[in-house]
């Protein structure tokens, strides 16, 4: 695995707050766990970044060694991997997910 592309993972996640790598778009997500993933995402309401893992082949080589995680999707929020889908769910279910977005995107106003 390549200096470049764990460089560019760990400035994916400095610079972007809350970001989820996913298989696919929030728009056009490619399996299931992603889509529920993001439906619980965007039910929050706040805006995050993404990085489709399908079309950066050597980032979804990558990540699940550098994330100790072997599966998709990753979310990221605030440099710190919350989990996958499962417990992206558990935690939209209980509340929490919300709560964690709302607090981290106030932390980072957007800019502009």
């Not at 707050?17 to 529920?36: H, N, R, T, V």
């Not at 992206?88 to 957007?110: C, D, N, R």
Request: aromatic share 8%; hydrophobic share 40%; charged share 20%.
């Amino acid at each position: 695995m390549s200096e470049d592309v764990l460089d560019s993972i760990k400035e994916q996640i400095a610079e972007n707050p809350i970001i989820l790598y996913m298989k696919g778009s929030p728009q056009a997500p490619q399996c299931g766990f992603s889509a529920q993933t993001v439906q619980c995402m965007v039910a929050c309401g706040q805006r995050f970044a993404y990085v489709d893992i399908l079309s950066n082949p050597e980032i979804r080589a990558a990540l699940p060694g550098y994330a100790n995680w072997p599966t998709f999707p990753q979310l990221w929020v605030d440099g710190e991997l919350v989990g996958g889908c499962d417990i992206i769910t558990e935690m939209f279910e209980a509340g929490e997910l919300e709560t964690l977005l709302v607090e981290t995107s106030e932390k980072y106003p957007a800019e502009g």
